[in-house]
């Protein structure tokens, strides 16, 4: 080989390996798309892994659902007296209501787009989707596919005997076997179970307190998160960007640009003090913060010790060119001298294995929560990188819980109505128009009000409010009417969802009138990227130097 055969082949082969090197370990499709369990309230419960009807599995691992506990592909996510926010790397949101379960059946990324099913089981949730580039969101629930080729906010509501879906913003294309219907801003589709051609198009109904939590969530996470963007070199990953702004401020530093610490942290502060770990296949140890920040800071960019400050994280590795963003179980580094094991926080310049440039400020130990304040390096300590510790080492806050029950609901002869399966011909609760939901008519509107179905040891339908539907134990419902139930549950009716089409081509005539085109067009393409909601405020001064 002469020299400049072996110089071409040298530079190709270095050339060759840096390509490979500054790619995240991610194949072309493939379900390594990771999202965020972003807020947790009340009885909330996770299932990893879920094959067919998870309601329908005695012998389900589920465990009790964190704050910031890391989505995959086929986990599902379910609710008792509880709700739940999933935030998606796009801004893309979705909002459980109580008794609800929602599987997460295709979280896959191709070509750089995502594409996002999922599954709503059974009960109420809405759904915040704005596709780029080609991506690709739909719900299935029911007999029926919700999928949205632009920005959009839809309610979905999956009972016994029915389901409905309810268009608050942009417009969303109803798939029915070979129909697709348009549903736009304003209406309503309900289409009862098991019949062919029936599909009643109508008004939104009016909003409840589940549409008015939904819309206070949707509106402050958006704001907050465009505000914090301007510190970031992130262009398309936005998930958890919202809360460092609202509990936090930013500081410049010197060739990573801005870098962000909590409010109340000063320089003895250690990043890992407060959090929990958790041991799960295919990554091993993952820390998962429990502050409301805790997403990003645990999981991508790096940690920068600034004298006169402290610790403070850094968003860097975001990348570009719609390249996905690589997920880390931790933002730390195993390290091990003898017999003792700690972690040292990764800052943006570390080399994979090799000597981690924080640990000049010290390694911080391991217990079972998380990991206690930084020590000093001990005279003559020799720390060692490790790819991961023993599985033993730590121990996993994952507690195992009951499988969620099923909770019988049925769609009212009012468009969009909830009312409970257990009310029969003679029940007492009414619609009350003017308070504008379902109350106990034996007991008088303000006590009614008053009273939580999710109390224990009190009748939930006293508190059946708007379109929110109430759990009613099995025990309490009469023989008549469990006799009239439909025969199958709303988790059953569901199928899986369609092939993936990344837009659609609505026919004309559709968005005025809503009806109904058989075999409607569809095509491959990119949606375009609308402009969030509402304008990023302006730069805030938090009291520190920006």
Do not use: C
Not at 112 to 118: A, E, I, P, W, Y
Not at 406 to 425: E, I, L
């Amino acid at each position: 080989m002469t020299f400049r055969s072996y110089l071409r082949f040298a530079i190709i082969f270095v050339l060759a390996w840096s390509f490979a090197a500054l790619q995240p370990a991610y194949t072309t499709a493939s379900n390594a798309r990771i999202i965020r369990l972003s807020l947790v309230q009340g009885d909330v419960r996770i299932l990893h892994d879920s094959k067919g009807d998870p309601l329908a599995n005695d012998k389900a691992a589920w465990s009790r659902a964190e704050l910031n506990l890391p989505i995959r592909e086929h986990d599902v996510i379910a609710t008792d007296s509880g709700r739940a926010e999933v935030e998606f790397e796009n801004g893309a949101m979705a909002f459980i209501n109580e008794n609800s379960v929602l599987e997460f059946f295709d979280l896959s990324l191709e070509d750089g787009s995502f594409t996002t099913r999922l599954i709503l089981r059974q009960g109420t949730g809405s759904f915040y989707a704005h596709p780029s580039r080609a991506d690709y969101f739909s719900v299935t629930g029911g007999d029926f596919t919700a999928q949205v080729a632009g920005r959009a906010n839809f309610r979905m509501d999956n009972f016994d005997d029915g389901s409905t879906v309810a268009v608050n913003k942009g417009r969303v294309s109803i798939l029915y076997k070979d129909d697709s219907t348009t549903v736009s801003k304003g209406q309503s589709l309900t289409m009862r179970a098991g019949e062919t051609v029936s599909a009643n198009i109508g008004r939104t109904p009016e909003s409840d307190d589940f549409d008015r939590w939904v819309s206070g969530r949707e509106d402050s996470v958006v704001t907050s998160t465009n505000a914090a963007m301007q510190y970031s070199n992130s262009y398309n990953y936005t998930s958890g960007f919202g809360d460092l702004y609202t509990y936090g401020g930013f500081y410049p530093i010197s060739g990573f640009g801005y870098g962000w610490q909590p409010y109340g942290a000063g320089i003895g502060w250690s990043p890992f003090d407060y959090g929990n770990w958790y041991f799960q296949s295919g990554w091993g140890w993952s820390f998962v913060g429990n502050q409301p920040w805790g997403w990003l800071p645990y999981h991508y960019g790096g940690w920068i010790f600034q004298p006169g400050i402290g610790w403070l994280w850094a968003p860097t590795g975001f990348g570009g060119g719609g390249l996905p963003v690589r997920f880390h179980p931790v933002t730390a580094t195993f390290v091990r001298s003898g017999s003792a094991v700690g972690i040292v926080p990764t800052h943006p310049l570390d080399n994979h294995g090799k000597t981690p440039v924080n640990l000049a400020q010290g390694v911080m130990p391991l217990n079972s929560r998380a990991a206690s304040a930084q020590s000093a390096l001990a005279a003559g300590s020799r720390w060692k990188v490790v790819k991961e510790i023993p599985k033993e080492a730590l121990v996993s806050h994952a507690s195992g819980v009951s499988t969620p029950a099923r909770v019988p609901r049925t769609v009212a002869s009012g468009n969009a109505a909830v009312t409970n399966a257990a009310r029969g011909g003679n029940s007492s609760i009414v619609y009350d128009a003017k308070e504008h939901r379902f109350v106990n008519s034996n007991v008088p509107v303000n006590s009614a009000a008053n009273v939580s179905g999710a109390e224990s040891g009190k009748d939930s339908s006293a508190a059946l409010a708007g379109r929110s539907p109430s759990k009613v134990p099995a025990a309490a419902t009469p023989a008549s009417a469990r006799a009239a139930m439909p025969s199958r549950s709303a988790s059953a009716r569901v199928g899986p969802p369609p092939p993936v089409q990344r837009s659609t081509v609505f026919t004309r005539g559709e968005l005025s009138g809503g009806s109904r085109s058989r075999g409607a067009t569809m095509q491959t393409g990119s949606a375009p990227r609308t402009s969030a909601p509402t304008a990023a405020p302006a730069p805030r001064v938090t009291g520190r130097p920006h």
